[in-house]
């Protein structure tokens, strides 16, 4: 196997919270801050920190609004994002089907 693939792992979206951060805003268009929070069961503070740092990378925009005069906090994968997270996913899919090959 190719050692260098483990090093283009992209170490952003690697981390199991954010690789879910990811892989939920590349199944919807957005997503709000409370709708993140509750499907993948992560604290006020743990998602913000994921969020910032996916943001930090261009992968997210964060937009802030008002919905029935209470503020929402809504996230979308942006081109570089979606780009980067189908990037992520090609390099784990050769990693994995390395791994399936046996020598005889």
Not at 28 to 37: A, L, M, P, R
């Amino acid at each position: 196997m190719n050692p260098s693939l483990y090093r283009r792992i992209d170490r952003v979206i690697h981390e199991k919270g954010r690789m879910a951060i990811m892989s939920l805003l590349a199944a919807n268009s957005d997503c709000s801050f409370t709708e993140i929070k509750a499907m993948l069961g992560l604290t006020d503070g743990n998602l913000s920190v994921h969020l910032s740092h996916l943001q930090k990378a261009g992968y997210i925009a964060i937009s802030k609004s008002f919905v029935n005069r209470r503020p929402q906090t809504s996230c979308r994968l942006t081109e570089a994002g979606r780009k980067a997270f189908q990037e992520y996913l090609g390099i784990l899919e050769t990693i994995i089907q390395a791994s399936k090959k046996t020598d005889p």
